[in-house]
């Protein structure tokens, strides 16, 4: 029973565009949301979170959406830049600070 | 943030034996995770590392197989013990210095078992 899905594996953008990447939750008891970002031989980089309170949170070219009533949030980068090019993972919690759970993450290609 | 060391950063292992994993946060925190990756597979939590007392195991980790070890609130161990092919996987710590923080990881420690 996966409670983080991320249903798109692999996304592929242009150096410039926008890229948007996905995920979608079953657990109505999470409210604190995190993006990843991991590239070969390291460990998951801490990206963007939201809290539920809140629909919007920006940091840079990244912004995060959450969208409570579809159980959906949605990662922009803007403009996309070929060092984005990384398996981005979906986190959740029930509270902030405690065990994660994740997707199963979206591979970001992006070209110049 | 605060800087994680894991050691060792990856190894290869005959079946049946065991290998410690060393998790050094170069600050105190307060929470600190143990997480397995197996191939093709996203995060899973094996436990919250508690200090001074025993670890949290999620649904499918026991103690037997994955035992931790949490002296201070800057280092944890974590043993996979009687290792079979299937353990086989990139096994992760991560802090989180308050629950309000984002946790942090280390870059892994990349396990072979033969």
Not at chain 1, 12 to 35: A, K, P
Not at chain 1, 47 to 58: F, M, R
Not at chain 1, 89 to 108: E, V, W
Request: glycine letters at 6%; hydrophobic letters at 35%; charged letters at 15%.
């Amino acid at each position: 029973d996966q409670q983080v899905k991320q249903n798109s594996p692999s996304l592929s953008v242009q150096e410039g565009r926008i890229s948007i990447l996905n995920c979608d939750y079953t657990n109505s008891m999470f409210d604190y949301f995190l993006w990843y970002k991991k590239y070969p031989a390291e460990g998951p980089t801490f990206l963007i979170s939201i809290s539920s309170i809140k629909d919007k949170n920006e940091d840079g070219r990244f912004t995060v959406f959450l969208n409570k009533s579809a159980k959906h949030l949605s990662l922009h980068i803007v403009p996309s830049q070929p060092g984005d090019s990384a398996v981005y993972f979906c986190a959740a919690s029930n509270q902030a600070g405690t065990a994660l759970i994740f997707g199963k993450g979206t591979t970001l290609s992006v070209s110049s | 943030s605060a800087v994680i060391s894991q050691k060792p950063s990856r190894d290869i292992c005959q079946r049946g034996t065991s290998l410690t994993i060393q998790c050094q946060v170069d600050s105190q925190v307060t929470m600190m995770f143990w997480y397995r990756q197996q191939p093709g597979q996203s995060l899973t939590l094996i436990a919250t590392a508690n200090q001074g007392s025993e670890a949290t195991y999620e649904s499918g980790f026991v103690i037997d197989k994955f035992p931790i070890s949490r002296p201070n609130l800057t280092f944890s161990t974590l043993t996979v013990s009687n290792m079979s092919p299937e353990d086989s996987s990139i096994y992760l710590c991560s802090v989180a210095p308050d629950r309000y923080q984002p946790q942090h990881f280390g870059d892994g420690t990349r396990l072979s078992i033969l």
